[in-house]
């Protein structure tokens, strides 16, 4: 392949039943910023089946051109007829960069999708910067310029690795989400709409879904929350996050919680923090009766604050909390929700 | 049926992880496990065993004490059991994994395969699918139950907020979930056995129908340009106070940094 011919920045625009997931708009401030620095312009790829109304919003997101991709195999998410549709895309409009969401979708989609183009993709990836490759200039090695550099997690994120895709395109990234910063919505802000027919083919691969079961809805989302109250084994019981509940309840906050939590069936898997549950950067974090595991402080570190109430002075949430409480929590949150109660009633 | 499940032996990242004092992984410290994804998956394959009478045979690439790793699945029940190891597939990304164990698959009967969703060493979720398209079979990723009806299979494939029941024909693959069983202990008979028995090993010379430029750290489209430990942020403050301050000591830090 002719490495030239690969311009701009793309992204895979995932929604689900035709609302735009909220990566989409993460992906698409992220782009923006890596097209500055290649002097190129963003490009979102949405797939559906009667979608083409979403281009509006994508296109006020910042999106500068948006590709669609209408056909009636691409209603709800399968394997086969999606990677038609993004291989067909990325054959005739040859992005550099393409990003995917790092989503139950995303992670099924990217792999085989990047196979399919042989070329190279990097997991869940939670920081991408242009530079060079390799990072120092080195004696009988090229230094390649204006390369993507994709930096994620390994080893249960115990261990940073940044990695690049010099020899193949696109440069291919499945992103973390919550992580990267949507741009501001700019109201009647319009994107080029290009609608493109990829002729998807049905094959031995296509599934036949015979059901869709969501799961009982939780009102809010955590990853959208500005403050979360998170609960872990030390909370007890189902019962005593009652205690949890008011304190959230008084601070306008969402209830969130570890992967014991969800482990022991006291609260859903979607409330669930960490590295196999969501990323989530709030202004404010409580960690109530969590110890810390390094799979659940992969996911809420970037806090603004964080706040740990634990009796064991030993646990590891110290470790990345600005504030530690050493102290009984079911005898601290009440009494803080109530003294909260006091102070903004006074406001 | 014939059925294979890949499994891969990592460091135990989720049990033990030590850190030395200054503050880089102790790698020596950690134990090498089964990936607890790729266990789930075996576990699936062998009630599929108990139930029809399926043959399993697990597959792994990796370095020759991955071995042990493989005894252990014959201790479980699997039949037979595949190494794929060779100094020339080291270093390999997921294209170039992928792209060795589909050769190494393509020497074996199958009409399911099923590789774990991730491991937890490199948590990309990728080999899977990617083994699949190399075969141009379908996939199923993240499945959370599995039953086979005939020459189909069925599948409960979890997302964030919803799930789908897929069916697809065989063969395919499936990526499981650890939440898809608990998978059994080792019988003694078992332990026994597996001790027994011949674990076949492929080099890169038996696997012919693979490419050099698709294999290893040069036939791999992803270059690490740094790694580093996580330098994990420092501590703030900590306290321990009665009740009471414990409360007006929040108060004063929510109101110091404008939350309330």
């Not at chain 1, 955590?222 to 019962?239: F, H, N, W, Y």
């Not at chain 1, 304190?247 to 022991?264: N, Q």
């Not at chain 1, 950067?281 to 810390?292: D, E, L, M, T």
């Not at chain 1, 409480?325 to 903004?344: C, F, M, Q, R, S």
Request: proline share 4%; aromatic share 4%; net charge negative.
């Amino acid at each position: 392949m002719s490495l030239e011919e690969y311009k701009g920045v793309a992204i895979f625009a995932q929604q689900v039943d035709n609302k735009l997931s909220s990566i989409a708009f993460e992906l698409i401030g992220k782009a923006h910023e890596l097209a500055a620095d290649l002097g190129t312009d963003v490009t979102a790829v949405v797939l559906g089946k009667g979608i083409a109304n979403l281009a509006d919003e994508l296109g006020e997101y910042g999106a500068d051109k948006v590709v669609v991709i209408d056909d009636p195999a691409l209603e709800t998410y399968r394997t086969e007829p999606y990677a038609q549709a993004l291989t067909a895309y990325i054959n005739e409009y040859k992005p550099e960069i393409m990003l995917v969401g790092a989503t139950a979708i995303g992670r099924d989609l990217g792999p085989t999708v990047s196979a399919r183009v042989q070329t190279g993709l990097t997991a869940d990836c939670t920081s991408l910067e242009i530079g060079d490759f390799p990072l120092q200039a080195r004696e009988g090695q090229e230094q390649k310029h204006n390369q993507l550099l994709m930096t994620r997690p390994a080893f249960g994120g115990n261990t940073i690795a940044t990695i690049a895709c010099p020899d193949n395109r696109p440069q291919m990234a499945t992103v973390r989400p919550g992580v990267m910063q949507k741009l501001d919505k700019v109201a009647g802000r319009k994107a080029e709409v290009i609608n493109f027919n990829p002729e998807i083919k049905e094959n031995n691969r296509f599934v036949e879904i015979l059901n869709i079961v969501k799961n009982v809805a939780t009102t809010v989302d955590i990853m959208d929350a500005k403050i979360l109250v998170s609960g872990g084994r030390g909370v007890g019981s189902a019962e005593n996050f009652k205690l949890l509940d008011d304190l959230a309840e008084v601070l306008g906050a969402t209830v969130s919680c570890s992967r014991a939590v969800v482990d022991s069936g006291w609260k859903p898997k979607d409330l669930q923090v960490g590295q196999t549950g969501k990323t989530v950067r709030p202004n404010v974090y409580f960690a109530i009766g969590i110890s810390g595991a390094i799979q659940h402080t992969a996911g809420m570190e970037e806090s603004d604050i964080i706040i740990a109430i634990n009796k064991d002075e030993t646990a590891p949430i110290f470790d990345v909390a600005d504030y530690g409480i050493v102290g009984d929590l079911n005898k601290i949150v009440p009494a803080l929700t109530e003294a909260l109660k006091a102070e903004l009633a006074n406001k | 049926m014939n059925i294979v499940v890949c499994i891969k032996q990592v460091p135990d990242t989720k049990g033990g992880v030590k850190f030395n004092p200054d503050g880089t992984l102790d790698r020596a410290s950690m134990l090498a496990i089964m990936n607890p994804d790729d266990k789930a998956g075996l576990e699936a394959a062998l009630r599929l065993k108990d139930e029809t009478g399926a043959k399993v045979t697990v597959v792994t690439m990796g370095l020759p004490k991955a071995d042990d790793m493989l005894r252990e699945a014959l201790a479980m029940g699997a039949d037979e059991a595949v190494l794929i190891t060779d100094r020339r597939l080291g270093g390999a990304d997921t294209w170039a994994t992928s792209s060795t164990i589909a050769a190494g698959l393509k020497k074996l009967d199958y009409d399911l395969i099923i590789t774990g969703r991730q491991a937890i060493d490199g948590d990309t979720a990728q080999v899977g699918p990617q083994i699949a398209e190399h075969l141009g079979l379908p996939v199923i990723s993240y499945a959370e139950a599995i039953k086979v009806e005939g020459n189909s299979v069925i599948v409960q494939r979890q997302y964030e907020d919803r799930y789908h029941e897929i069916k697809a024909q065989m063969p395919c693959l499936i990526t499981a979930l650890a939440e898809l069983n608990e998978p059994r202990y080792m019988t003694p008979g078992g332990i026994f056995d597996a001790f027994d028995k011949e674990v076949t090993v492929w080099g890169r010379d038996d696997l012919t129908d693979l490419d050099d430029a698709n294999i290893g750290l040069a036939g791999s489209p992803t270059k690490i340009a740094k790694a580093s430990d996580k330098v994990r942020k420092g501590a703030g403050e900590k306290v321990a106070l009665d009740p009471k301050e414990s409360v007006e000591y929040i108060v004063s830090k929510l109101k110091e940094k404008h939350v309330i």
